[in-house]
């Protein structure tokens, strides 16, 4: 898909309304994680060299169209050192404005009309401005009045961040360098079904963990104790096997689990094969034999797609084991230039924030579910209205 950028436009002296992603964690009024606010930089940059007069539109959590304050943009403003403008839709700092600036709108969901695409709403959004820049890849599978709506309004285009999230993920899905081995976890099958079948498809091996891997197990008669799974996705879990064969894809499930008897961060990890698990074994990481096995996948790969960590990588660090050996393979086989990776999510990038490896990673995707709909070649409402 070929989109129209902002490389040659003249945005001097001209009013730009760009929606970039700040969903961000915030504790206590600090950022705590600004890879996203990061990785918007080069397009503001950009823009605020070449002379123009940016107003930035972004959203925090889900404040349900309501003006809750505890989803206040105030922290970004201030990590930004940017003026926070407090009504998006009162255009009277615009006459103040000066080539280069850049503002901040406050959170956009403050508004019922944002993610009902009201076309009212976006207008009164879009007023104003000269023209419309997306760069918010991880929102572009929403049609949201900021992605969407306001296209109709004004002539629009891609941001540096999201053409490139757009290049990266064709090329990996187009022309991949094989083996080509894709790890998928997370906690349902029954919202992965479209991604598993895309990467089946795609890939020489499909490494499925998590709470995903637990259902799969089940649909294969392990006893999987008190843990998270969906015992209603059996028969799409076996589908999904059977599929997976059609296509010459081998999928790896995992094989023994990292299981305590209570669903907490300080408990006694012990790790288990799958006639081992008791009725009271709750599954919160994968096993060490599980870890080895993926971690051997990855070093046999030429390109490696990871959505999902498989287990509590939050609960460092004894039930981080499994995703951060992950994440470390990958990364050391990236460093070697034996491995182009792909790596998207938040969670999935916080694992390797933690680990200390995100920057040796061929791509940090800054989408979750708009990576995953991309790769499952779904059309992302946000991106189709900027295709030439």
């Known amino acids: 898909m070929k989109l129209r950028t902002i490389d040659n436009i003249d945005v001097r002296g001209k009013y730009v309304l760009l929606r970039d992603d700040f969903n961000v964690q915030i504790v206590d ?40 304050m505890e989803y206040s943009l105030a922290p970004i403003a201030k990590y930004m050192n940017v003026p926070l403008i407090d009504d998006p839709l009162d255009k009277a700092f615009l006459s103040g404005m000066k080539d280069g600036d850049v503002v901040l709108l406050e959170n956009v969901r403050f508004y019922a009309g944002e993610e009902e695409n009201d076309s009212a709403f976006a207008q009164k959004l879009a007023d104003g401005f000269d023209l419309f820049v997306n760069d918010a890849f991880a929102v572009s599978h929403r049609a949201h ?74 649909a294969t008669g392990a006893h999987v104790g008190n843990s998270l799974y969906e015992p209603d996705q059996k028969d799409t879990a076996l589908e999904i096997l059977n599929y997976a ?34 009725d009271n074994d709750i599954i919160l990481d994968a096993g060490a034999l599980t ?7 990855v070093r046999s790969a030429a390109t490696v797609i990871w959505n999902g960590t498989v287990g509590m990588a939050e609960w460092t660090p004894t039930w981080s084991a499994g995703s951060f050996a992950i994440a470390r393979a990958i990364a050391e086989q990236t460093r070697s230039g034996k491995l182009k990776s792909i790596v998207g999510g938040g969670d999935t990038v916080a694992a390797l924030e933690a680990c200390g ?17 991309f790769i499952e070649g779904r ?9 030439e």
Do not use: W
């Not at 305590?260 to 006639?275: C, L």
């Not at 059309?379 to 295709?387: F, K, R, T």
């Open 145 to 218: 009045a900021s992605t969407v709506g306001v296209t109709k309004f004004l002539p629009s285009y891609a941001g540096k961040l999201l053409a490139s999230e757009i290049e990266e993920l064709s090329a990996v899905m187009e022309k991949p360098s094989r083996p080509l081995v894709a790890i998928v976890a997370g906690s349902k099958v029954s919202t992965k079904i479209g991604v598993l079948k895309s990467l089946i498809r795609l890939a020489d091996k499909l490494v499925i963990g998590g709470a995903l891997g637990t259902t799969f197990n089940y």
């Open 357 to 373: 490896v995100k920057d040796d990673i061929s791509y940090v995707s800054t989408g979750g579910g708009a990576f995953l709909e």
């Open 29 to 68: 009024g600090k950022i705590t994680d600004s890879f996203r606010i990061e990785q918007s930089m080069p397009t503001i940059n950009a823009l605020r060299n070449a002379g123009a007069r940016v107003a930035i539109v972004a959203h925090l959590g889900r404040p349900k169209g309501s003006r809750n």
């Open 245 to 278: 064969k059609e296509n010459n894809c081998e999928v790896l499930i995992p094989l023994d689990k990292g299981v305590a008897t209570e669903f907490a961060r300080d408990a006694k990890r012990t790790d288990k094969t799958f006639d081992e698990i008791t």
């Open 291 to 297: 870890t080895a096995r993926d971690v051997d996948a």
């Open 379 to 387: 059309d992302l409402p946000g991106i189709s209205v900027l295709a």
